[in-house]
Every structure is written in structure tokens, then in C-alpha cells.
């Protein structure tokens, strides 16, 4: 099936070419929390950062620039090696200054402390700090005490947070506590699938497409939040096998498994019959070696 490529926001000569909906994020990220999300290799952390750098540009006053990230390297990985690349940022990377491990940046001339956050001690980092403005990097791997100790932070007015994150599982509380109550904690997200970066070879997308099924398709092509890691069936798919009414069933034939890797895996044969409202079954166990 053929897929349209994304449209192109025409821009001045010296900057990254964007996207439309990179672009629309970029102009439209002006609420208290703004939060990038969806598949692999996207285009949303550009977006993300090339907001952030026009933020850090003419920031709030009174308040110090944060960014954040699980440790030193995903931090110099995902955000500063990004923002010093000049084949991803154009004119834009001459304007941020970092040695890697380093406790503070420079983004267009302005000071950024660099904080990780690493384990749930981390939010102590955080205490005592005024903040006119903070970047995270991948939320769904930060700790939620962090996260809502950094939220508190943001008391300069105008102050705002920017966050970009691949999806997790749809109980995380990322999801649960903020992106479900957009509206009550002023946030706006936009969500961006493996077809929103113009910037991809054609095969390199097919080959991502191919290579992902199931669950990780979804995750990681469409940008879903689902469950994934740990998934002993990854084809499940809970819109197509998750209904809210069970039709009439007159038999039911299953068989149930204990799946076991360090101790014997265990399994029952069911076979039940409804007649007049009874249900008759019968039952045989099976274990492994027997």
C-alpha cells in the first residue's frame, strides 16, 4: 500500500528541513507541559529540540534552564549530540556549547544546568531550584517522583516543560496521569509515527516496517502506546482480540498452559458442554516428564 510522504515546511536557507506536523508542533508547543511522543526515528526529538532552542533564546526571567535525561550519555546522545550536529541542525549546532558528563551547557548564549535522573533519589536533585524552563529526554524512562518534583520547579510565570518520549505500556503513568488529563494539566502533545520524518531513506523505512510485527509493530512503526516487553504472545493485539460482548458459545474446547522456563510447565485440557443452563466439564492434567 502506498503511503504519502509527509508535506515539507519551507524554511530559510542554513536550517533543517522540516516536516509540516514538526513544524506545526514547533509553533503550536506554547502550553505549560509539551510533550513530543510516538514511534522510532520520527522526527519529534528535532521538533523538540529545535523548540527548545528558541525557548533558551529569550527564556522567562528569574529562573534557571534544565535538561534532563536517565543519565549523562543518553543526554549527550539524544540531546546535545543532536543539537551540535550540523547535518540534522544546520546553522543552529554552532550555537550550543557541551562537553560530555559536564553538569551545564551553553544554548544560545544562555546557561543550562544538566541534571540525570537515574533512580528514585534523583528528584532531590531538583529541591531548592527555581526553573524557567525544562527539557526531558525519553520521559517514560524518568522516575515519576522526579518528574513531578520538576513540574513543581516551573513556578516563574511563563515557565514551561518540553518532553519527548517513545510510548511505553498504556498503565504507565506518563500516559495515565498526563496525556489522559491533557486539558487539567495544560499539556499538549503530538503524537508522530515512522511516516512523519521526511527525512528517512524509502528503505530504510520499508526494512523498519518488515522487520517489526505485532506489538512492536505498533509501538515502534505507529507510535501506539502497548504492552510490549515481556509479552509471552507480542502478535496480541487487544483491538482485535479484546471484545466487550462474548457471543452465545454452545461448547468451549481451550487448553491452558503454565508456561514454565525454570520450573516444569504445567497444562490443562478443558472441554465443556452447555445444556439447559448446566455446565458439564471434564478436565486432564498434564505435566512435563509424565
Not at 502550553?31 to 514511534?39: D, P, S, T, V, Y
Not at 549523562?72 to 546553522?91: E, K, Q
Not at 505507529?222 to 509471552?232: I, P, Y
Not at 490443562?268 to 439447559?276: E, L, T, Y
Amino acid at each position: 500500500m502506498h503511503t504519502a510522504m509527509p508535506q515539507t515546511a519551507p524554511v530559510r536557507s542554513g536550517l533543517p528541513s522540516l516536516s509540516l506536523k514538526q513544524a506545526q508542533s514547533i509553533g503550536q508547543s506554547t502550553a505549560k507541559i509539551n510533550l513530543w511522543e510516538g514511534a522510532v526515528r520520527s522526527g519529534k526529538t528535532v521538533a523538540s529540540l529545535i523548540r527548545w532552542a528558541t525557548y533558551c533564546a529569550d527564556p522567562p526571567v528569574g529562573g534557571s534552564l534544565v535538561v534532563t535525561g536517565k543519565t549523562f550519555d543518553t543526554v549527550y546522545r539524544n540531546v546535545f549530540g543532536v543539537l551540535t550536529d550540523p547535518a540534522i541542525m544546520g546553522d543552529l549546532a554552532g550555537l550550543t556549547a557541551y562537553t560530555r558528563g559536564a553538569p551545564t551547557a551553553t544554548i544560545i548564549g544562555k546557561p543550562v544546568e544538566v541534571i540525570t535522573a537515574n533512580d528514585a533519589k534523583a528528584e532531590a536533585r531538583l529541591r531548592g531550584m527555581t526553573c524557567g524552563g525544562i527539557y526531558v529526554d525519553e520521559g517514560t524512562l524518568i522516575p515519576e517522583d522526579f518528574f513531578t518534583q520538576a513540574l513543581a520547579r516551573l513556578s516563574v510565570p511563563g515557565s514551561k516543560m518540553f518532553v519527548t518520549t517513545n510510548p511505553g505500556s498504556p498503565a504507565h503513568w506518563l500516559r495515565k496521569k498526563y496525556l489522559l488529563r491533557a486539558a487539567e494539566v495544560s499539556l499538549r502533545s503530538w503524537k508522530f509515527s515512522l511516516d512523519d520524518n521526511p527525512a528517512l531513506d524509502p528503505e530504510y523505512v520499508a526494512w523498519l516496517k518488515a522487520t517489526y510485527v505485532g506489538l512492536w509493530y505498533r509501538r515502534f512503526i505507529l507510535g501506539d502506546w502497548c504492552f510490549a516487553e515481556g509479552a509471552v504472545y507480542d502478535m496480541f493485539d487487544d483491538t482485535r482480540h479484546v471484545v466487550d460482548i462474548l457471543p452465545p458459545m454452545s461448547d468451549w474446547l481451550c487448553v491452558s498452559v503454565d508456561y514454565g522456563t525454570t520450573n516444569p510447565l504445567h497444562g490443562r485440557r478443558r472441554h465443556a458442554v452447555r445444556r439447559r443452563g448446566v455446565a458439564v466439564g471434564l478436565a486432564a492434567a498434564r505435566q512435563a516428564g509424565r
